[in-house]
């Protein structure tokens, strides 16, 4: 799966300071957005993949204590926030865990 035309554009025309941040690990807001079939708007961001080293356009996904960013381009889950210099992609064991631990504080929430 790849970045759609639009997005590939987006990335090309942002401003100059947006792509440097993006190109030196920052994370940079790009505004919100709508797509079809949303209710809603959300945040995308623009970033550099660890992984393929593209930089990607996307919104965060997961929930709250588990969020992330997909690179479109190679399929790397990068968390967010991800601070200047930790390119660590997410694995399936650290899914797994946050999952569990998120799951685990909702139920304590709920029964307390």
């Known amino acids: 799966m790849s970045m759609s035309l639009e997005d590939a ?56 204590g588990y969020e992330y960013l997909n690179c479109l381009e190679c399929g790397c889950k990068v968390n967010y926030p991800m601070k200047v210099g930790e390119h660590k992609p997410m694995g399936k064991r650290d899914f797994i865990a946050r999952f569990l631990r998120s799951l685990w504080i909702l139920v304590k929430l709920r029964f307390s």
């Open 9 to 64: 554009i987006a990335v090309q025309n942002c401003d100059i300071e947006k792509r440097t941040g993006a190109e030196k690990g920052k994370m940079v807001c790009l505004g919100l957005e709508s797509r079809p079939g949303w209710s809603g708007e959300l945040p995308f961001y623009l970033f550099k993949c660890p992984h393929c080293g593209t930089l990607v356009k996307d919104y965060l996904h997961g929930f709250p």
